[in-house]
């Protein structure tokens, strides 16, 4: 396959399967997500609830019509920074099939050229500290680990 066939899009319900495909792919997605036929219904859900706010939207990548990435792609506005937007990306993923052939590297461009349109000052996201490899991934792509993220698991 072509990378240079590789065409972004924003991603329909009809595109799920396939992002959770790819979700399920890695090894902390391989304990949280469910690939079923049909696919649960609280995939739908939360893609309708994405699709009903502004700014939020899975981005798929294709080549000849098979998703081979995906990411969440989500502007935040602020008040902080002068009053300025952030992109927040999340669930990047590349088909492990596909690996090593800048599918990445593609990816992280069009999530920064989205942000540009979007005239966010900053482009974010978060990582596992258990993933390495995608540490490495993102400071090979221009990205610096410069803040420290807490979370809390409220289930």
């Known amino acids: 396959m072509m990378t240079d066939e590789l065409q972004f899009k924003i991603a329909c319900a009809e595109d799920l399967p396939e992002i959770v495909r790819l979700l399920i792919q890695d090894q902390l997605g391989s304990t949280r997500e469910v690939l079923t036929d049909p696919l649960p219904q609280v995939y739908l859900e939360a893609f309708e609830a994405m699709e009903s706010q502004p700014g939020n939207d899975y981005i798929v990548g ?18 902080s920074r002068s009053g300025s937007s952030r992109a927040q990306i999340e669930g990047v993923r590349v ?5 090593g052939q800048n599918i990445g590297k593609r ?10 349109a979007n005239r966010c000052q900053l482009l974010q996201l978060t990582t596992d500290k258990s ?25």
């Open 62 to 79: 294709a080549i000849n019509d098979r998703i081979v990435c995906c990411y969440q792609f989500t502007v935040i506005h602020g008040i």
């Open 95 to 99: 088909d492990s099939s596909m690996r």
């Open 107 to 116: 990816l992280m461009a069009d999530a920064i050229e989205r942000a540009q």
């Open 131 to 155: 993933r390495p490899d995608a540490h490495r991934f993102y400071e090979g792509a221009g990205l610096t680990a410069s803040h420290i993220g807490y979370k809390v698991d409220i289930t």
